[in-house]
């Protein structure tokens, strides 16, 4: 495996980025197109897997699944150079758009700008859920969850927080009952 210098890791992390708009929930067709397609450090699946765990764990997503891949490709430095690189640009835009914000609000070009951005984001979210569908252990159990969470969430308007735990506890159990790791 190529490995990465800590500085040259930051600065992958660091043009991630800078253009990862939408939040956490597009990183992976980025993520997968720098470290699987590109530089082949990594393996899609196992990058399909920290993205999953990244969203199950408190914090920013974007910060959770670089602190996995800076973990795997050079340790606990190379998670906090990831998540240090992931955070730079983001943290001085919203710095300088916090105090321009009153001014931006009612512009023109600039809420042109965040709709062009908001229908690019709904694209990567899409390419997100086409790279997790692809990479899913698809079974009976995996049917079952998905149907009955999706119910849950567009007919029972259950709020996602309880979703999420309710699912997760169904699919331990599940599993447990199904005898699988």
């Known amino acids: 495996m ?57 914090g920013i997503v974007a910060a959770n699944i670089s602190m996995f891949l800076g973990y795997k490709l050079r340790g606990k430095f190379g998670a906090l150079a990831a998540m240090l690189g992931v955070i730079t640009v983001p943290f001085f835009c919203i710095t300088i758009l916090a105090s321009l914000l009153a001014k931006l609000v009612g512009n023109t070009y600039v809420n042109g700008i965040f709709w062009g951005v908001g229908i690019a984001v709904i694209a990567l979210i ?32 259950l709020p996602p927080i309880e979703t999420i735990i309710l699912f997760t506890c169904v699919g331990v159990l599940l599993q447990k009952l199904g005898g699988k790791k």
């Open 126 to 157: 899409m390419l997100t859920v086409r790279e997790i569908w692809q990479n899913s252990r698809r079974n009976g159990f995996f049917y079952l969850i998905f149907l009955s969470s999706l119910t849950a969430l567009l007919i029972f308007r």
């Open 2 to 58: 190529n490995k990465l210098s800590l500085l040259k890791l930051y600065l992958i992390f660091v043009k991630v980025g800078a253009i990862l708009l939408g939040g956490g929930y597009v990183i992976l067709p980025i993520l997968t197109d720098e470290f699987v397609d590109r530089r082949k450090l990594v393996e899609r699946d196992i990058l399909v897997d920290y993205y999953a765990l990244s969203q199950s764990l408190p």
